[in-house]
């Protein structure tokens, strides 16, 4: 398979807060579904395959983006984290080489030229994994970005599981990333869920790769905005206008 880069979109967590039956991505900003967004942004960087994890109302998914001829899907039956949900991509990218983004289906304003630039970033470090973060004051709930003082990047932090000080944090994690595939499937076979969810946390690997001295750089290359993930109706309603605005 060709080493160009491909794109791991994750559409399987069910939203309750969202109270509607309808499966999170597939709710319309601006005419489109979340994840259509989504898609369409990641193709802007090139990606030629794009593997869709789905798992709450799969069927309605994959109903749904099955007209697109270079979406694959994989099946995250239990709700493990978005670590366990990255793994079911493993059978579809095995022999990939290349890069692959990591992207969330419900965050409908991310931008291809943002993603371009996360991919830029890696190549020119030769990056096991990019962070792709963005700054905010309003850092509620948002994983921190925890640097040295030099300024390189250690962790990221949850914020329920972050101290004072690094509660403080601007700098937060957009959940869009950019790895080396095999880095990356090497890397998900060593996480543990050693936290309050007992959940397998896909940013924990970036951890395991610096541990294991692989680059593995923060890059501020998104904004605030492209970081808007939709939980709840106000959200969907906040998303919309800044399309619009846009």
Do not use: W
């Amino acid at each position: 398979m060709s080493d160009s880069p491909v794109a791991i979109i994750l559409a399987a967590g069910k939203s309750t807060r969202m109270k509607s039956e309808t499966p999170k991505v597939l709710h319309q900003v601006c005419g489109q579904s979340m994840i259509d967004h989504v898609i369409n942004a990641v193709r802007e960087t090139g990606v030629q395959k794009i593997v869709v994890i789905v798992g709450h109302k799969a069927d309605e998914v994959k109903a749904a983006l099955e007209h697109h001829s270079d979406v694959l899907f994989a099946l995250q039956a239990e709700q493990k984290g978005t670590g366990h949900a990255v793994m079911m991509a493993e059978e579809a990218l095995k022999d990939h080489t290349g890069s692959v983004l990591v992207l969330a289906g419900d965050t409908p304003l991310l931008k291809g030229s943002s993603l371009q630039k996360l991919l830029d970033v890696q190549q020119e470090n030769g990056a096991a994994c990019i962070v792709g973060t963005a700054i905010t004051e309003n850092n509620h709930g948002l994983g921190r970005i925890v640097r040295d003082e030099a300024g390189k990047f250690l962790r990221i932090v949850e914020h329920k599981d972050a101290s004072e000080t690094e509660l403080q944090i601007q700098e937060i994690n957009t959940g869009c990333f950019a790895f080396q595939t095999q880095a990356l499937f090497a890397a998900l076979k060593k996480l543990r869920p050693e936290n309050q969810q007992a959940e397998y946390y896909l940013t924990d690997c970036a951890e395991i790769l610096l541990s294991e001295d692989k680059t593995v750089l923060a890059a501020n290359t998104l904004d605030i905005q492209e970081a808007m993930g939709v939980n709840t109706q106000d959200q969907l309603a906040e998303v919309e206008q800044v399309m619009l605005n846009r």
